[in-house]
């Protein structure tokens, strides 16, 4: 018996280092298709990438902003909308006390009908959230109040209170737009 240690097929496989003569070459051509690692085509590579991703963003963040003015301003035109539907009617109620003959109208009703109207219109306007600031003889609050003068109090109790009323104010929606202008009590006991 002979002793293998070696098989026959390690025996008929050539040893690693020993190449065949194509072999090599293809070795070295897959090496070559490898990916080189040159930075200067990486970080361009890069650089194009990030030039795309802001490219997006800023057209995408344009569209939003060109969108919310868009938006904004629909509602706006909603909004005015549905105030001056709401002042038709009263638009309409002083056309006819505005357009009444002079034979067929006396003063108490011309000045019924203008009673009448400025009604409705508050009303309408109390309907979009305006609110009358009209403080005669109440205290005196310097946000909502505007004081022209003063004027003496009767006794302590009136002072700081309101005596009269020269310009009625208005608060929209919890905004002043524009405050009272009154005349003040000023005890000086």
Known sequence: ??????????????????????????????????????????????????????LRLYAEYDNFR?????????????????VMKGLLETLDDLGRVAHMTPEGADAKSV????????????????????EVV????????????????TAPAASADEDHTVAVVYQVGYVLNGTLLRPARVVVRQWNG
Do not use: C, W
């Open 66 to 82: 060109k969108r919310a003015v868009r938006d904004r301003q629909d509602a706006e035109k909603m909004g005015m909308g549905a």
């Open 111 to 130: 000045l019924e009908g203008i009673a009448m109207v400025e009604k409705k219109l508050l009303k309408s306007l109390a309907g979009h959230g305006l």
């Open 134 to 149: 009209d403080p005669l003889n109440a205290p005196f609050d310097p946000a909502l109040h505007e004081a022209i003068t």
């Open 1 to 54: 018996m002979t002793d293998h240690s070696t098989s026959d097929f390690e025996q008929s496989a050539p040893a690693p280092d020993a190449a065949a003569p194509g072999e090599a070459t293809a070795e070295a051509t897959a090496a070559s298709d490898a990916p080189t690692s040159d930075p200067l085509a990486e970080a361009e590579r890069v650089l194009a990438e990030q030039k795309d991703k802001y």
